[in-house]
């Protein structure tokens, strides 16, 4: 069982969810009596996201909020949050409450078995559109890399550190960067297990992951510029 953990939140707009979220991630920690800490990625929040990070971080010491100036979009996001981390395990999830962070445990269950543990939803909670781009993105990340997975894009994994300080930096600005995450660490040697996870409604705030400026950026622009950066290695 693992003994230090960082866990992430990358967070844009969220503040009717980052409260909720952060403290049912503190209470679960907090159990598991292990070292950790929680880094907060306000990402140019234009709500009062930035200012709730900020108390979180004042209210616990083991909370550490950073704040982008300007939106970087998830993948910058992502990143900043992967990089600032700490411990021997990095975990991460979404700030919108879809998930369920005490399910944690059974990421690290698997700690033994593999270097990334990946979650994919069992029931994806989300419109008909997101689950059909999400679907062709899966099949996308097959053809083009070779990435076999159920879940490409499941904002819940757990990453041992040593797979990020291999593999960086990270091109990705957008919703590819958890592709180029998993793409990369494959092609390093480094192995990975699947597990499922729970997937909830989002009961506040606005998605921006249909947004079609991102998902022509995720889904076209990035996967090609990776393709090509891949090849010239």
Known sequence: MLTTL?????????????????VNAQ???GRLGLEYEIILVNDGSTDQ??????QLDAEDPHIRAIHHQHNRGYGGAF???????QYEW???TDTDGQ???????HFMEKAKQADLIIGYRKKRADTIIRRINASLFNWEMRLLFGLKTRDVDCGFKLIRKQVVDTITPLDS???MVEAEL???AKRAGFNYLEIPVTHLPRSEGKQTGANLKVIWRGAVVEPIKLLFRLRSL
């Open 49 to 54: 996201t930035g200012k709730i990070a900020d």
């Open 99 to 105: 998930f369920d962070f005490s399910e944690i445990t």
């Open 182 to 184: 998993l793409i990369k």
């Open 6 to 22: 960082s866990v992430f939140f990358p967070a844009f707009n969220e503040e009717a969810n980052l409260r909720t979220t952060v």
């Open 27 to 29: 209470e679960v920690l």
């Open 90 to 92: 990095i975990a991460f």
């Open 79 to 85: 990143k900043t949050g992967l990089y600032a981390a």
């Open 173 to 175: 600005e957008g919703a």
